[in-house]
Structures are given as structure tokens and as C-alpha cells.
């Protein structure tokens, strides 16, 4: 068993229960914000989110600077009490300082729900990046981030990431990736790395955090594996060298520009039966990455119940058996963290 830290202490890692391992209670990701140029648009811009816009903003999600902000403190309330009703028990908040973290209102949450909230920490995309970060050294930032972990706040992280990995994957981010890797060996907590779900990144990604830095894979979380599902082929070549692959877009309906179609919810269950029925089914995660406004149920979008809900239902229909979909909620985000201590 191993120490979790949670926004409100420590936690044993038998006592997480049901978890969702990427999901975003507070943000503010308006760097993502784009006004479109679309005259038949530009009542969308300043629009506040509603269910009467899902249908408009699953296809521009970036488009209303009011989806880009998790603001609203009562509407997430509901949703982490709707996630606690179905049994869940723990949340992990991947939002780094860069996209707007704000650990007094995690722990409101938290004390306010009785949901457990395991706070992130790190550098996300470099066009969050706090400016120090171009000219500073992977050392220098490893010391900033060990920090946080020793003698920061109250409120102290209990997970590296989200580590952002552009399409770019520019130079400071390699260099902030590096950083997060020496801040892992020391405090021994899960590495999550974002990965841009469309292209195939992970073996380079896994190159630089095992190859170059020494991270114990079965620390390191690969996210956004979901557009890739079909592409078995990847799939299993990164499962085999022992990262964990996370499939956190489960139930997303959007169009990213740039980017691609969020897979459906069939595929994804087809993708995690597919990696469980090769061997790899305990370094799987599940989660639904609620990072925009217009995922809280209050605005018509799922909440945080419809991974243990509907999505397990569904790869119950997939061929898993119901010990097999528990443990993907359960055993493995555990098990995820008393492996990352052990690699310490």
C-alpha cells in the first residue's frame, strides 16, 4: 500500500475506490480559445454555455470563449455528487498552474463533496508556459517541481502532469518533459503525459522518459490514446513496453480543428477489449477528460458519472467480464500509484 496525497491529506492507495485518472474540475483554457471567422458564428463567440448550444459546440468547441473556463464551482458540485452516487470515490485533477490550477477551490470541492481530489502539477503545452521556462534548464525546473511536492503550499500535488506534448513537440517541451521525468525518480508519483491523440508520439515520448531519463514505465501514463484505437498495430507495440495507456475522451463528442473527430464510444470499448484480450488489460485507464463547460451535465454533456455508468455497460457488452471492468476502475489507477513509489 502506498501514501496517496490528496487536496485534503493523505490517503492510502487501498482507500481510492472507483477513480477517474484525467478529468479537469477547475480551468481556465482560454489559450485554446479561436473566434471563427464565420459571420453565421458570431453570436457563438460571447454566447454563456447552454444545452440549447451542444449541438453547435461539439463541432466548435474552441469557438466560444465561455466553454473554454471551468468556472462554475455549483454546476461541477453536482456532477462530482452525481459521480460519488454511482460509486465513485476519487478524481484526478491534471490541471497544471499553466491552464489555470487553483488548489483552494479543489479542496472546496472536495470537502464540499466527498469526493478525494488528487491535484496535478507541471508544465501543460508551450503556449502555457510561464516565460521562465525557454531559458531554464530540465534541472532547474526538476528543483521548481520537487518543490511543490516537498515544501510547497497546503495544498500539495499528488501527481506529475499533464505533461504537455504538442503536435510540434517543441523544444521547451521536450525540455519541461525531461524536467518532470528527474522530478518523478525523486518523489515517486505517476508521470501523466499528454500526447496528441491523432499522430503517433508515444514511442518517442517513451524514448525520452524510459530511454534517456530512467522512469519506470509502469509509472508513466500515456494519455489520449483514444483516437488511435484502430491502429492496433500502435496500440500493442506501446503496450508491450509496459507504459500505461489511458483512454480519457470516453464519450466526448467533439470536432477538434487541426486535430480530428473524438472516436465514438463503440470504438473505444473495441480498442480497451482489444488491449485486455492481448494481455494488457491491468496498464489500462479510463476517464472522460471533462475539460470544457459544455461537458457538465448542467449544459447537456455527461458529467462524470458516464465512464462507470454507461461506458462499463458498454464493454460489458464488448466481451469483458465484470471483474475485468471493475478493475480497470479500481485495481489499476491504484496500482498505478504504488508502482510509481516502487520505481522511486
Known amino acids: 500500500m502506498t501514501a496517496v496525497r490528496t487536496v485534503t491529506g493523505h490517503v492510502d492507495s487501498a482507500d481510492l475506490g472507483l477513480v477517474l485518472p484525467h478529468e479537469h474540475l477547475v480551468n481556465d483554457n482560454r489559450s485554446a480559445f479561436r473566434p471563427s471567422p464565420d459571420p453565421r458564428l458570431r453570436e457563438l463567440l460571447d454566447a454563456p454555455v447552454s444545452a440549447d448550444l451542444a449541438w453547435l459546440l461539439a463541432d466548435h468547441p474552441y469557438e466560444n470563449a465561455d466553454n473554454c473556463r471551468l468556472d462554475d464551482d455549483p454546476a461541477m458540485a453536482v456532477d462530482l455528487q452525481g459521480f460519488a452516487a454511482v460509486g465513485g470515490r476519487t478524481v484526478v485533477d ?10 483552494s477551490r479543489l479542496r472546496a470541492l472536495s470537502e464540499a463533496t466527498g469526493v478525494q481530489v488528487v491535484m496535478g502539477s507541471g508544465w501543460y503545452l508551450q503556449a502555457t508556459h510561464p516565460p521562465h521556462l525557454a531559458s531554464a534548464t530540465a534541472d532547474r525546473l526538476a528543483a521548481e517541481l520537487v518543490a511543490e511536492f516537498t515544501s510547497g503550499h497546503d495544498v500539495r500535488p499528488g501527481v506529475i502532469g499533464e505533461i504537455g506534448v504538442s503536435p510540434a513537440f517543441t523544444d521547451d517541451e521536450r525540455t ?30 517513451l524514448d525520452v522518459v524510459v530511454g534517456s531519463e530512467g522512469v519506470d514505465p509502469g509509472a508513466v501514463v500515456l494519455c489520449h490514446m483514444d483516437p488511435s484505437g484502430a491502429d492496433r498495430e500502435y496500440q500493442l507495440a506501446v503496450a508491450d513496453r509496459g507504459a500505461v495507456l489511458e483512454f480519457d475522451m470516453v464519450g466526448m463528442p467533439f470536432d477538434y480543428p487541426g486535430e480530428g473527430q473524438s ?51 458498454r464493454l460489458r457488452r464488448s466481451g469483458l467480464d465484470d471483474d475485468t471492468v471493475t478493475d480497470l476502475m479500481t485495481a489499476n489507477p491504484r496500482a498505478l500509484f504504488e508502482r510509481a513509489t516502487r520505481g522511486r
Open 94 to 103: 491534471l490541471t497544471p498552474p499553466g491552464i489555470g490550477r487553483a488548489p
Open 176 to 205: 519541461a518533459l525531461r524536467a518532470a521525468c528527474r522530478a518523478q525518480r525523486e518523489v515517486g508519483v505517476p508521470l501523466f503525459v499528454h500526447l496528441p491523440g491523432w499522430q503517433r508520439r508515444a514511442h518517442e515520448v
Open 263 to 313: 472516436p465514438s464510444p463503440t470504438e473505444t470499448a473495441a480498442a480497451v477489449a482489444a488491449l485486455v484480450g492481448a494481455g494488457h488489460g491491468d496498464r489500462l485507464l479510463l476517464s472522460h477528460d471533462l475539460f470544457l463547460k459544455a461537458m457538465l451535465t448542467r449544459h447537456g454533456g455527461n458529467g462524470l458519472a458516464y465512464v462507470p455508468v454507461v461506458f462499463a455497460d
